[in-house]
């Protein structure tokens, strides 16, 4: 069983930055992806930016390539989202995810499709 935990929302005025954390707790096997996701409500689930725990290989959603980073702390387990360069259409609830694969469940998600979930937290960016 893996606990997440995030951190880090708050309101940003358009062009600024954020960073959110993710605290996982329970057994990371080292097959385990671990990412982020974002939802504004009415909306789909929209995929974000994934990181393998074991290599660091990174994944990124084309929306947010070159001004969203993924990193991670194997050694305090955590993943973070360093967030450059905010829009407004970043505004959503921002949901921590694991899960031992990485394909169609982070690319086309689904609630069901990912083993594990924060609670979310929110981010709003202010044109």
């Known amino acids: 069983q893996v606990q997440l935990v995030e951190s880090g929302g708050g309101l940003v005025q358009a062009g600024g930055s954020l960073r959110l954390s993710c605290a996982a707790s329970?057994?990371?096997?080292?097959?385990?992806?671990l990412g982020w996701f974002r939802q504004v409500p009415g909306k789909e689930l929209e995929f974000v930016a994934a990181?393998?725990?074991?290599?660091?290989?990174?994944y990124y959603a084309d929306s947010v390539k070159g001004r969203f980073t993924i990193s991670k702390d194997n050694a305090k387990n955590t993943v973070s989202l360093q967030m450059y360069s905010l829009k407004a259409e970043d505004t959503a609830a921002y949901y921590c995810?694991?899960?031992?694969?990485?394909?169609?469940?982070?690319?086309?998600?689904?609630?069901?499709?990912?083993?594990?979930w924060g609670q979310g937290t929110q981010v709003s960016v202010s044109s």
């Open positions: 995810a694991a899960d031992p694969t990485y394909g169609s469940n982070w690319k086309i998600p689904r609630r069901s499709s990912i083993n594990y």
């Open positions: 990181i393998r725990w074991s290599s660091g290989t990174t």
């Open positions: 329970g057994r990371i096997a080292s097959s385990y992806v």
